[in-house]
C-alpha cells in the first residue's frame, strides 16, 4: 500500500516536473519576420515577434511586436507601448496608430499595408505588447491565467520587460520609456513606479527608465467622467444657463442624473440631451449608434478577418491552437463607464494621481498629451489633476508649431529632476496619432530631443 502511494506521488511529481518544463521549453521564442501578407515585397524595417512567458510559471504567454527604429537603433529610446482598452490588441497601435505600415482594406475587404510616413519607429525602438493573457495572441497556460486586474497587469508588464531586456541585452542601455493610451493611463505610471523602485532596491537587471508617455490617459474613474460636463460648455455642447444652474444645484458631481435634488437631475437631464449623440471620441465626427441595426459602427473588421487567417498566423510565428478567435479589441476585458469587475478582470485601481505624484519626485521626464476634440477623456480633466501635482511652471501654456501653423499647446512643469509636458493637439480626436499623424510626431519628437531644463519649442 505504502509503495503505491509512494510509485503515485512520484508519477505526479514526476508529471509536475514535465509540465513544468513544458513551460520553460516554451516560454521564450523570437522570430524575425520578412514578410507579412498584404504588404508588398519584403518589410523595410526589422520586425521581431515573440512570446516572453510572465507568472510564477511563465504560464502567462505574452505575445510581442518589435519593431527596431530605422534612425540610430543603438541609441534611440525603447518604447514599451501598452494599446488601450484593457484587451486592445498591439495590432490597433501598430496599424491604426503609431506603427511602422498603416492598414487599409480593399473592395473585397482584403488587407493592405503601407509604409506610414508618421510611423514613430523613425525615432524610437517600440515594443508592441498584446496584454494580459486573452488579448490578442496572447494566452494562458492555466486557468487562473486568464483572470487579471489593473494591478496584475502592472505586475505582468513588469517582469515582461525585465525578461525582454535579459533576452535582448543590446537595449538595455536605451532610455526607456513606458507609454500607453487611454485606459492605460491607470497602469503606465504604476509600472513606471514599479520600474524606479527596482532600480532603487538594486534589482536585476538595471532599467535605463527615463519616463512615460501618456496619450489621451484615463486618471481617475469619477473625474475624467465628470471633466465632460465642463468641456461640453467650454465647446458650445451646452449654454451657459444649463451650465450655471447644474453648477448651482450639483454640488460637483455632474455624472450622475439620478441625483437626489430634482433641480440638479433636470439640469443634468438638460446636458444629456445635448450630448448623448456627440461622437465622444472626436466631437466633430458624426455619432454611430451602436444600437441601430442600419449603422456599421465596426469598419476595422478586415483587421480580424487578417489576423484569423492561418497564412497570416504563420507568417507572424503565432503558436497555433492557443486562443480561439483572434480581436482586434477584446471586449470582456474592455473596460466601459459603470461597468464593474468581470469574471476575468478587476478593474483595482480606481486613480493612478497617487503614481503620478511619486514620480514627480524622481528623475523622471513625463509627456501627456490630448486631442482638444476628445470629449471622452477631456483635457480639462487632465489639466485639473496636473495642476494639482503642484510642480512649478517652466514654459507657461503656449502654441507649438508645425509647418508654420499651430500644431497644439503645452506647458512644461519641472522641479529639480523631474519634468512633465502637457500638450493639446488641435483637432485631434481621442486617439491622437491617427486623427493628428502629423502634428503628434512632430511633438513627440522634440520632446525627445529636449534637453531637460532646455525650452527649445
Ligand atoms: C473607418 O471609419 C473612419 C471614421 O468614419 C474613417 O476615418 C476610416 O477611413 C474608415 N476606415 C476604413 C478602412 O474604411
Ligand atoms: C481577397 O479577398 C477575396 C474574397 O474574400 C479572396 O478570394 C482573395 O484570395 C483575397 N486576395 C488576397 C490577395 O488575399
Ligand atoms: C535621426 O538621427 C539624427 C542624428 O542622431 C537626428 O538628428 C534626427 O533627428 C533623427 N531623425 C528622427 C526622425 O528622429
Ligand atoms: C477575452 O479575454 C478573456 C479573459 O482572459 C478570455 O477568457 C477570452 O477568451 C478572450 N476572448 C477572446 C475572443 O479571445
Ligand atoms: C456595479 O456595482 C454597483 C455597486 O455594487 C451597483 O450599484 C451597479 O448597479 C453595478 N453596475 C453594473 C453595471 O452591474
Known amino acids: 500500500m505504502r509503495m503505491v502511494l509512494k510509485h503515485k506521488s512520484l508519477i505526479l511529481w514526476l508529471a509536475y516536473v514535465l509540465i513544468v518544463q513544458s513551460y520553460l521549453l516554451i516560454s521564450h521564442s523570437k522570430s524575425i519576420i520578412k514578410r507579412l501578407p498584404g504588404y ?4 523595410h524595417f526589422k520586425l521581431e515577434t515573440g512570446y516572453v512567458g510572465v507568472g510564477d510559471k511563465e504560464e502567462v504567454q505574452l505575445f510581442y511586436y518589435f519593431v527596431e527604429s530605422t534612425n540610430n537603433s543603438e541609441e534611440d529610446p525603447l518604447i514599451f507601448y501598452i494599446p488601450g482598452g484593457p484587451g486592445a490588441s498591439a495590432l490597433v497601435t501598430f496599424f491604426l496608430e503609431i506603427g511602422p505600415v498603416s492598414s487599409t482594406s480593399d473592395d473585397n475587404n482584403n488587407l493592405t499595408l503601407a509604409l506610414n510616413q508618421y510611423a514613430w519607429t523613425q525615432m524610437a525602438n517600440i ?9 490578442g495572441f496572447s494566452y494562458s497556460e492555466t486557468k487562473q491565467g486568464w483572470i487579471s486586474s ?13 525578461k525582454f531586456l535579459t533576452e535582448h541585452p543590446k537595449f538595455k542601455k536605451n ?24 532600480n532603487e532596491r538594486g534589482d536585476q537587471p538595471t532599467l535605463n527608465i527615463q519616463g512615460y508617455i501618456l496619450c489621451s490617459p484615463f486618471t481617475n474613474k469619477f473625474e475624467d467622467f465628470n471633466s465632460r460636463f465642463k468641456y461640453a460648455h467650454r465647446n458650445a455642447l451646452i449654454s451657459d444657463d444649463i451650465y450655471m444652474s447644474a453648477i448651482k444645484n450639483c454640488q ?14 433636470s439640469s443634468l437631464q438638460m446636458y444629456e440631451e445635448c450630448t448623448s449623440r456627440i461622437n465622444l471620441d472626436n466631437i466633430l465626427e458624426p455619432f454611430c449608434d451602436e444600437n441601430d441595426p442600419i449603422q456599421d459602427c465596426d469598419n476595422d473588421s478586415y483587421i480580424e478577418t487578417w489576423a484569423n487567417t492561418d497564412i497570416v498566423q504563420q507568417a507572424l510565428h503565432v503558436r497555433q491552437g492557443k486562443v ?5 479589441i477584446n471586449q470582456t476585458l474592455h473596460y466601459n463607464q459603470g461597468k464593474n469587475d468581470t469574471f476575468c478582470y478587476s478593474y483595482d485601481i480606481f486613480s ?32 485639473e489633476w496636473i495642476t494639482a501635482l503642484n510642480v512649478g511652471v517652466e514654459v507657461p501654456w503656449k502654441p507649438f508649431y508645425v509647418d508654420g501653423q499651430v500644431g497644439g499647446y503645452q506647458t512644461k512643469y519641472a522641479e529639480n529632476e523631474y519634468s512633465l509636458t502637457f500638450a493639446t493637439v488641435k483637432g485631434a480626436g481621442h486617439l491622437v496619432p491617427l486623427t493628428k499623424p502629423k502634428e503628434s510626431i512632430a511633438l513627440v519628437q522634440r520632446w525627445f530631443n529636449s534637453q531637460p531644463y532646455v525650452s527649445d519649442y
Open 324 to 328: 480561439g478567435k483572434w480581436e482586434l
Open 150 to 162: 489593473d494591478t496584475n497587469l502592472a505586475i505582468l508588464a513588469t517582469d515582461f520587460i525585465k
Open 40 to 43: 508588398h515585397g519584403d518589410l
Open 175 to 198: 532610455p526607456l520609456y513606458i507609454a500607453g493610451i487611454s485606459y492605460i493611463g491607470i497602469i503606465v505610471p504604476k509600472i513606471t513606479l514599479d520600474l524606479y523602485e527596482s
Open 352 to 383: 493612478s494621481y497617487s503614481y503620478h505624484k511619486k514620480l514627480s519626485t524622481k528623475n523622471c521626464r513625463a509627456l501627456i498629451f490630448s486631442g482638444d476634440q476628445d470629449m471622452t477623456f477631456p483635457y480639462v480633466g487632465v489639466e
Open 252 to 265: 460637483g458631481n455632474f455624472v450622475s442624473t439620478y441625483s437626489a435634488n430634482s433641480f440638479c437631475a
Open 127 to 135: 515594443i508592441f505588447i498584446d496584454i494580459p493573457a486573452g488579448t
